[in-house]
């Protein structure tokens, strides 16, 4: 007889997804005050934009905005958002929210669902893919997206900074 495996609960999907969001947010925080191709890639973004990432139907999600040259973190939940990047439910959010897949593989798969302007979505996409390089340990990225970058010295230099301090940066967004 072969023992079941037990079925992770949803509040632990909920608490790593959760948790990924915050990551996420305060990724794009540090890296687009420092890595040059974010900030390329932002340049051409309207100032004020909102856009958002969650969970359906009533899963963690979070909001973030350029101000400047700059993403910020607006806090849990949707904020006005122009644009929402929704996942159907926690079992599909939490295979790219753990490196299983990537974004773009969540949507082939009718994982996730936009609201908003697809070439917008496309842009954030982009700005997601940069951040993740940096997030990301480099065997998952390689894992997720068919050429990931290689990354310059410099950028090496910003990912031991996003690394190193991530953790804080999750733990002061926890109450926002």
């Known amino acids: 007889m072969t023992a079941q495996k037990s079925p992770i609960s949803y509040q632990v999907k909920k608490t790593v997804v959760e948790t990924s969001l915050l990551a996420l947010a305060a ?6 005050r420092h890595a040059p191709e ?37 806090g849990k939940g949707y904020h006005n958002p122009k644009l ?32 908003g302007n697809v070439g917008e979505a496309m842009q954030i996409s982009r700005a997601m893919a940069i951040v993740q390089s940096y997030l990301m340990p480099g065997l998952v990225f ?20 996003v690394m190193a301090t991530i953790g804080p940066a999750i733990f002061m967004k926890i109450w926002k």
């Open 142 to 161: 390689s894992k997720i997206f068919k050429r990931p970058p290689k990354l310059t010295p410099a950028q090496l230099f910003l990912k031991a900074r």
């Open 38 to 74: 974010m900030k390329a890639e932002l340049a051409d973004w309207e100032d004020g934009r909102i856009f958002s990432l969650g969970v359906l139907p009533n899963g963690p999600a979070i909001s973030l905005q350029k101000k400047g040259s700059e993403i910020h973190y607006l």
């Open 84 to 115: 929402k990047i929704l996942f159907k439910n926690l079992d599909a959010a939490i295979l790219p929210f753990t490196g299983q897949i990537g974004s773009h593989i969540a949507f082939v798969q009718r994982r996730a669902i936009l609201h």
């Open 27 to 32: 990724a794009f925080e540090i890296v687009s």
